[in-house]
């Protein structure tokens, strides 16, 4: 395998560490194993971007130090369990943006916000198809003050496949004056597919902005018939459908590279 810059391997552990100060433009991308763990430290003041594919199962554990600010893209095309922890200190920021297009997923995301000032933002692209399962969770945990963040979780079911959307906010006892939001929002494009969008919020102190909301759309045949009208066959127009769905979310993937890896990625299961 490859390893790129910043990288250490060890067995089939992987540690990517940000020097203090670093300020890095270009993406660190990393194929990870089935059944690897990847370890990522953003120290003190530095910028990082790092790209994950998942090749199965993998543990991802994530530290991001003092006024430090980390994108992760993880992208999951093959089937496992993935554990996925954030550390953040004060003034940092962390921004994930997960892709789920495997068969079966089991992907747990959990951001603990231990600073002051500390920010989470997750962006959850999903789509399962056939009778394909997915099982997805993310929480950010406020236990310090002035947190910040949201949770958008995105995705279409369709056929018989079942998805579980468990998104969480909680906010501790020391969490006062945290800002934050959590969408779910789910595209169901057959009545014989199944969602349970589950958003919640647990907050134990004042002084808190926290809101959530969860929708579950259905695609009808009057939206085909619309793209019928226009000479577009059934299937480019599912097609059409399920990427301007997502699209905002793919939008806001800032690496192009990495942007269009995604878009081949759902046009291959599109056609699958």
Known sequence: ??????????????TITVPI??????????????GASVVITSEEDSQAM???????AASVDVTVQANATLSVVSLQTDPGVVRHKNTVSDGGTVHVQNISLAAEVDH??????????????????????????????????????????????????????????????EIGLQGGGTDTYLTENVLMLAGTAKVDAIPGLEIKTNDVKASHSATVSKGTPEDLFYFATRGIDETEARQMYI??????????????????ILLEQIEQKLIA
């Open 50 to 56: 790092v790209s994950l594919t998942l090749e199965g």
């Open 243 to 260: 990427q301007g769905f997502l699209g905002d979310l793919t939008a806001k993937i800032t690496d192009t590279a990495v942007q269009d």
């Open 21 to 34: 100060g670093m300020q890095l433009r270009e993406t660190v991308a990393l194929l990870v194993p089935h």
């Open 1 to 14: 395998m490859n390893i790129p810059a910043f990288v250490q391997s060890e067995g089939n552990t992987f």
């Open 108 to 169: 747990e995301l959990r951001s603990f916000l231990q600073g002051e000032h500390a920010v989470s933002n997750v962006d959850w692209i999903f789509y399962a198809k056939h009778a394909e399962k997915h099982r997805i969770s993310a929480r950010n945990i406020f236990d310090a003050k002035y947190g910040g963040g949201e949770i958008i979780m995105k995705g279409v079911s369709e056929h018989t496949a079942h998805v579980f959307c468990d998104g969480m906010i």
